[in-house]
C-alpha cells in the first residue's frame, strides 16, 4: 500500500517548532496506516529537535524554508514578502505532488490564504470554508463555517451544507448526514432574508436536511453538520474554546463553597479531567479547510505534541476518503 | 413614598396563570419598596389563583383582558385579532400612566410589537433592544441585542451600547460601565464591514468602549457590556439556556465514570445546584426591552414564580431608576 505523505508546517505555531516535531514521532507509536511525514521550515531548527527527541530512524523527512509568517503578521502582505515561508514552500509542495495532505498550527489566516492562492478553490466552490469538529454530549458534530466567510449568502450557506455533508459521510463514516441551519428559531420563516434563502436551498437539495436548530442544540450531538455564517460559527468556536476553563471553575467553586465537599475533590478530579479533556475542541485533530484542490488542516495556534498526532491520524482517512471528487461531483448538480 | 404600581402579564406563558400569581404573591414576602401589582388578564382565572394561594390581602388587584396571545401565534397579526388581549390590555394601562411597568412571560414577539405599536420607541432610538443579563464567572452581563433586531446596522449596535451602558450606570448602579464589541477578533479592523463601522462608531463616542471581545471573553465578567447583533445574541442567549442542563451533564458522566467517585456525589450535589442555580439566565429577572417609552421587562416563557419574583424586584429598581430620561439625553447627543 502506498504511503500517505504528510507535510506539517512546523514553525510558527505558539508552542515553537518542537510541539509539532514531537507530534509526527508520537504518530508513529501507534499508527492507523502507512504514513511518510514531510516536516517544513527551518532545517537547522527542525533537525536538531528531530535528533534530541529521537525521531531520526523514523519515515519523517525535512523540507527547507527560509522564512516563516507569524501570528501577528497580515496573511496577504505576509505570503507577498516571504514566498520561501514554511506555508507556502508547503502548500507548493502540494501543489506539485510530492505531498497529499498540508497540515499547519501557523497563522490561519496565512495558511487559509496560502491555500487559496496555491491551490485553487474546486471547480464550483464559491468559497472555501473552515470546518471544526465540535464535541457534544453524543459524537462530534461538524460545524461550518468557522470564521473564513464572514457575511456569507445564501448559496455559500447551501455549499457549505455539502462540504460538510461529504466531509460526514466519506471522512466520518456516517450515513446520510443529518444536515441542519443554525437559526433564531426552528420555523422556516425565521431568521434574516440570507438564512431564510439558504434554508429553502438547503430543503431543496439532496442533502439530508433536517431543518434549522438553535443555540441550545449545540451541545446535544442530535445533528451532524452545523450550517452557519463565519462571524456566528467563529463566536461559537471560542465559546467552546473557553468552555473547559468555565467548567473547571464551576466545579472548582461548587468544592470550595462546601467543607464537606473537599473530602470529594481528590476522588473525583480524575473523572473530571477525562471529562474534560473530551470537551476540548483543540484535542479533536484539527479543522479541515473544505472546497480547495487539496487537503488541508488548519491547527489552533497553541496545539501540543497531542494535538498534531491525532490531526495526522485524522489527515491519514482523510486523504483515503478521496473527500474532493465527491465534493466535485456532488457541487457539479448545483452549478449552472 | 409612592407605591410602584407594576402590571404583570398573567397569562400566555407556558407554566399558566398559577406561576405568575404566586411571583407577585412572593414578592411582599421580602419586598425592596413599595410596590403595587396589576395582576393582567382573565379575572375568573387570576381571582381564584390569588384565593387558593392566599394572595387577597396583598397590594394586588386584577385587571380583566378577555383574551391571550399565545405562543404559536404570529405576533402582529395577533395583535390586530385581539384588541383585548393582557397583553396589549397591560401596554395601554401603561401607556395610559395606570402603571409604571409591565412584565410579561408570554410571546416575546407579542410583547415587543405591543411595546411598540402602543408605547413607541423613545425619540431618536432607531430599533429598541431586548437586554439579558447573563451570568458570568464574575457579575452579571449586559448583552444586547438578544434577537430583537436580525441584521443590525452599526449606529443600531452604537445605540445598543448606549442604551446597555446607561442600564448598567443606573439600574445596576455600575461607574463607567465597560461597553465592547463582539466580533471575530481583537484587532479593530477584524469583522464585516458593519462591525468595523460600529467599532469607530463606539470609540468616537463619549462611552467606556473597551474594544472588541470573543467568544471565549462571554464568561469571564471582565465587560460590563457585550454589543451584538440580534442574530448571533439569540444564539448566545440560547447557548446560555443549555448551558446548565450541559454542566450538569457533564458533572454526572464524571461521577458516573468512577466507582469511587460515587461516594462524593450526595456531598457534592448540594453545592453544584447552588453554583447551576447562578447559571440560569432565566433566574437572572427578566429581559428588559431598552429604548420603548416606558419600562417592559420580558421573561422566559416558563419563568417560575421565583423568576417573576425576581423581575418584580428588579422593575421596581428599573422604574426608581429613571432610566429612560437618561437614554434620551444621550440619544440626543447622536442625533442630527
Redesign the interface.
Given at each position: 500500500m502506498d504511503r500517505v505523505k504528510i507535510a506539517v508546517d512546523a514553525m510558527g505555531s505558539d508552542l515553537g517548532a518542537g510541539e509539532n516535531v514531537q507530534g509526527a514521532i508520537d504518530y508513529f507509536s501507534d499508527s492507523v496506516g502507512p504514513v511518510e511525514i514531510v516536516l517544513v521550515g527551518d532545517e537547522k531548527i527542525i533537525s536538531s529537535e528531530l535528533e534530541q527527541r529521537g525521531g531520526m530512524n523514523l519515515p519523517i523527512s525535512i523540507l527547507h524554508a527560509g522564512s516563516v509568517i507569524t501570528m501577528d503578521e497580515h496573511p496577504a502582505k505576509a505570503l507577498r514578502a516571504k514566498p520561501d515561508s514554511s506555508i507556502i514552500v508547503a502548500m507548493a509542495a502540494h501543489k506539485k505532488g510530492l505531498v497529499d495532505a498540508v497540515i499547519s498550527a501557523g497563522s490561519t489566516g496565512a495558511a487559509m490564504a496560502a491555500a487559496l492562492v496555491v491551490l485553487k478553490p474546486i471547480p464550483g466552490i464559491l468559497r472555501p470554508s473552515i470546518a471544526v469538529l465540535l464535541p457534544t454530549?453524543k459524537d462530534v458534530v461538524v460545524l461550518l463555517d468557522a470564521?473564513a466567510n464572514?457575511?456569507s449568502k445564501p448559496e455559500h450557506l447551501l455549499q457549505f451544507g455539502i462540504m460538510g455533508s461529504k466531509y460526514c459521510e466519506y471522512v466520518l463514516n456516517r450515513e446520510k448526514p443529518r444536515v441542519s441551519l443554525?437559526n433564531?428559531g426552528a420555523e422556516e420563516a425565521k431568521?434574516?432574508?440570507t438564512?431564510q434563502k439558504a434554508h429553502k436551498l438547503l430543503a431543496d437539495s439532496e442533502l439530508n436536511f433536517i431543518g434549522n436548530i438553535?443555540?441550545?442544540?449545540?451541545?446535544?450531538g442530535d445533528v451532524d453538520v452545523i450550517v452557519c455564517d463565519?462571524?456566528?460559527g467563529?463566536?461559537?468556536?471560542?465559546?467552546?474554546?473557553?468552555l473547559k476553563d468555565?467548567?473547571t471553575?464551576?466545579?472548582q467553586?461548587?468544592?470550595a463553597?462546601?467543607s464537606?465537599?473537599k473530602?470529594?475533590t481528590s476522588?473525583?478530579k480524575?473523572?473530571?479531567s477525562?471529562?474534560?479533556i473530551q470537551?476540548d475542541y483543540s484535542k479533536q485533530g484539527g479543522a479541515p479547510l473544505l472546497g480547495v484542490e487539496g487537503t488541508v488542516i488548519i491547527c489552533h495556534g497553541n496545539s501540543p505534541a497531542k494535538a498534531i498526532k491525532a490531526t495526522i491520524r485524522n489527515t491519514y482517512y482523510r486523504v483515503k476518503s478521496d473527500l474532493n471528487k465527491h465534493i466535485a461531483t456532488s457541487i457539479k448538480d448545483y452549478v449552472e
Open positions: 454530549l470564521g464572514l457575511d443554525l433564531v431568521g434574516t432574508e438564512v438553535e443555540g441550545m442544540d449545540l451541545f446535544t463565519g462571524f456566528v467563529n463566536v461559537i468556536l471560542k465559546i467552546y474554546e473557553s468555565f467548567v471553575e464551576v466545579i467553586r461548587a468544592v463553597q462546601s464537606l465537599a473530602l470529594g476522588i473525583l480524575p473523572a473530571f477525562d471529562i474534560l470537551l
